[in-house]
């Protein structure tokens, strides 16, 4: 069987990269639009109500304005930020516990944000399994590759007269307003949203997330039953790899490009010699995983396919 897919938004960094993922899948026929067309609204909803499934590549504004174009049996993945803690939209994170039968029945499936993912895949099952408080303090820092701030940020990282300090790190969101934090508190089940730090370098891709706890304020839960719940957690999940605890690289350093060019997640536990403090880490392609990786994995749920087709 032949699904018709449209992507709206296919020149920007996510619809590229989705593109890639779906070139040459038999299964697939890739609806488009004329290049002058590209901004026409009407031209654009007519087109994703002749899909099967249509991804949306697009600022927030623009996906608000076709939605109420959109006719009701079309499936749609959404990849901006303007849905994904809407009623009537499906969180697109088939790892989380009861999530995939969700994305399975949906018609409208809200892809989740890079940072938020690296958080939520850390969070949510302590959470969920009782393991952490709701009103838990947690704290999260995400370094990201310049890509995941889309083609602005990347033509101005890969320009040759760039400001200096362009080669050092630089956290933003200092406001403590960062968009991806509606998600990050309401997908982990959180009574507030996390103190969140986001960091970009100078490297093109690659995300790492890093969430310490302080096992004072976890009575009775130990280091060692943090790992396990989520090695347990995540057991027989194809994208998914949990190191046991204090397993890492044999030099002792994470590096956060370690997975660019996939779309799997590898996930690291490790704590002080006396047990008092741990530190959680999610490793991943902020544009694999992260963005369009994710997208597919769910057009794949969505159009009852193999889950990892098209994946790297």
Same mark, same amino acid.
């Given at each position: ?24 899948? +038999?299964? %697939? ?19 994703? !109500?002749?899909?099967?499934?249509? &991804? ?7 996906? =608000? ?6 006719? +009701? ?20 994170? +088939? ?6 039968? =969700?994305?399975?029945?949906? !018609?409208?499936?809200?892809v989740p944000g890079c940072h938020a993912s690296g958080f939520i895949c850390l969070a949510r099952p302590l959470v969920e399994l009782g393991l952490a408080p709701a009103d838990y303090p947690f704290t999260c820092h995400s370094l ?6 889309? =083609?602005?940020?990347?033509?101005? $990282? ?7 300090? $362009?080669? @050092?790190?630089?956290? $933003? ?22 103190? &969140? ?12 997330? @890093? ?5 004072? %304020?976890?009575?009775?839960?130990t280091p060692q039953a943090v790992a396990q719940a989520l090695a347990d957690y995540y057991a027989g999940e194809a994208l998914f790899t949990v190191h046991p605890l204090g397993e890492t690289p044999a030099d002792g350093m994470l ?14 536990? @490790? ?31 969505? %159009?009852?396919? +193999?889950? @990892?087709?098209? %994946?790297?």
């Open positions: 069987m032949s699904y018709k897919v449209f992507i709206d938004g296919s020149s920007g960094t996510t619809g590229l990269r989705i593109a890639d993922r779906l070139d040459g899948r +038999p299964e %697939l026929e890739l609806l488009s639009i004329p290049e002058e067309s590209r901004k026409d609204l009407h031209k654009r909803a007519e087109t994703i !109500n002749a899909a099967d499934l249509a &991804f949306l590549c697009l600022p927030d504004a623009a996906s =608000k304005e076709v939605i109420p174009l959109v006719e +009701p049996h079309v499936r749609v993945l959404d990849t901006s930020t303007a849905f994904r803690t809407a009623p009537g939209w499906v969180y697109g994170f +088939p790892e989380l516990h009861g999530q995939r039968e =969700k994305i399975r029945q949906a !018609n409208r499936v809200a990201t590759g310049y890509s995941g701030g889309g =083609k602005k940020m990347i033509a101005e $990282y890969q320009d040759p007269d760039r400001p200096v300090l $362009y080669s @050092t790190p630089r956290a $933003y969101g200092l406001t403590l307003h960062h968009k991806h934090l509606p998600e990050m508190q309401a997908v982990s089940g959180l009574t507030a949203a996390p103190v &969140f730090c986001p960091i970009v370098d100078d490297y093109y891709a690659g995300m790492e997330v @890093t969430v310490p706890l302080r096992m004072e %304020l976890l009575p009775g839960v590096a956060a490009g370690a997975m660019q060019g996939t779309d799997r997640v590898q996930i690291y536990c @490790t704590a002080s010699p006396d047990g008092s403090q741990m530190l959680l880490i999610s490793l991943f392609d902020n544009l694999g995983k992260g963005s369009s990786g994710a997208a597919v994995q769910c057009m794949n749920i969505l %159009l009852g396919l +193999p889950e @990892t087709a098209g %994946l790297e």
